[in-house]
Each structure stands twice: as C-alpha cells, then as structure tokens.
T-cell receptor, first 109, second 117 residues
C-alpha cells in the first residue's frame, strides 16, 4: 500500500527552529515534494528531493533518506508568516503525487 | 513563470444547478492537469487527472457523471459540478505540470471556493 505519515500539528516560537518529519511507504519512488499551504489558499512549492541528502534554500532546508523512507523540512528563524500547513508528497512509480495529510504549524510570539 | 489561474475564485449557487470552473496555465503548456477538492481542515484529495485530448481519469469514489472534466487544449481544463448539492461545497483546486520540466512539480491555481445553498 501507499502511506505517508507526518504529524498533524506542531507549535514553535518565533525566531526558533522547527523540524517537520515525513515518513513514507509508496509503490516506487521518484522524489519527494514539500509544499506550504496557508489557510484558504492553494499550496505553493517549497522543495523537491530525489537524491539523499540535505538541500538548503534560504531559511528552509529539506532532507531525504531513501533507504529509511524519511524526509524532513527544517525551518529556521521562524516568522509569524510561516504559520501554515506543510504538505509532504511523494512521486510514485507512475509519477503521480501521493499526498500526506499535512502538518499544521502554529508559530507563537 | 509557471502561473496557473482559476476562475471563478468563489461562487455561490443554488442546489440543483451546475457550476463550471476553469483552470488555465498562463505561461506554459500543460499536457496534464489535476483537480483536487479540499474540505476545511483536511488535506488535498485528488479527484481526477486530466490529459489534453483524452478522457479524464477519476479517483475511486469520484462520480464522473457529476464532476465533468474537459481538457480541450494544452492550457485549459474545466471542471463542471453538475446538479450541485450542499455537500459539494468545498475548495476546488487545480494544478498543472509544465511540459518542458522534468521535475514533475505541480503548479497550483489559487483555488475556487464553491458554496451550494
């Protein structure tokens, strides 16, 4: 079967660092995406990993371990505007996106 | 680049009527477009995959006769909710893949909020 797990909700403090984990079991693997979705808006692309390792992009970094079926999104220097849902999605053997349920991140001052 | 538009942004209709939602890729060609539905505080739910010039592929549990999808060109796909009922009220989002990119990234439209009274 296909399954993607990520925490339902996380809380962090402005200026701090937070790591959102995602574990997956999918039929075939052609990469993993992270999207950000603010309430009432469509998702926006954050990152794409297909090789093992860490990819840094400004305050956001994404890590992938294919052998462990694991990824995380690291957000540094948190800002209030980072309050959103973060969606993990994998690309399966048919190049279809399989979506996780999303992690709601709450940033407190 | 890679901008996707949706129209309308929001719509209110009466029960029993039909509503058409348009999804356009503005600056790229999209052989494949996707239609999602999202209920409050829930994740995206893929309804169907739309390929230009062919019939859409619907996910299990999605009624193809109720949610009509047409992908007539490389830049336009439409979703028509026929005989809408209050339970069809939701946030409908389309996305598209850029023909020339190899990352399989999906570019999302801004979404259409449908309320059926």
């Amino acid at each position: 079967g296909q399954n993607i797990d990520q925490p339902t909700e996380m809380t962090a403090t402005e200026g701090a660092i937070v790591q959102i984990n995602c574990t997956y079991q999918t039929s075939g693997f052609n990469g993993l995406f992270w999207y950000q979705q603010h309430a009432g808006e469509a998702p926006t692309f954050l990152s794409y990993n297909v090789l093992d390792g860490l990819e840094e992009k400004g305050r956001f970094s994404s890590f992938l371990s294919r052998s462990k079926g694991y990824s995380y999104l690291l957000l540094k220097e948190l800002q209030m505007k980072d309050s959103a849902s973060y969606l993990c999605a994998t690309l399966d053997s048919n190049y279809q996106l399989i979506w996780g349920a999303g992690t709601k991140l709450i940033i407190k001052p | 680049g890679a901008v996707v538009s949706q129209h309308p942004s929001w719509v209110i209709c009466k029960s029993g009527t039909s509503v058409k939602i348009e999804c356009r890729s503005l600056d790229f060609q999209a052989t494949t477009m996707f239609w999602y539905r999202q209920f409050p505080k829930q994740s995206l739910m893929l309804m169907a995959t739309s390929n230009e010039g062919s019939k859409a592929t619907y996910e299990q549990g999605v009624e193809k006769d109720k949610f009509l999808i047409n992908h007539a060109s490389l830049t336009l796909s439409t979703l028509t909710v026929t005989s809408a009922h209050p339970e069809d009220s939701s946030f409908y989002i389309c996305s598209a893949r850029d023909l020339e990119r190899e990352t399989y990234e999906q570019y999302f439209g801004p979404g259409t909020r449908l309320t059926v009274t």
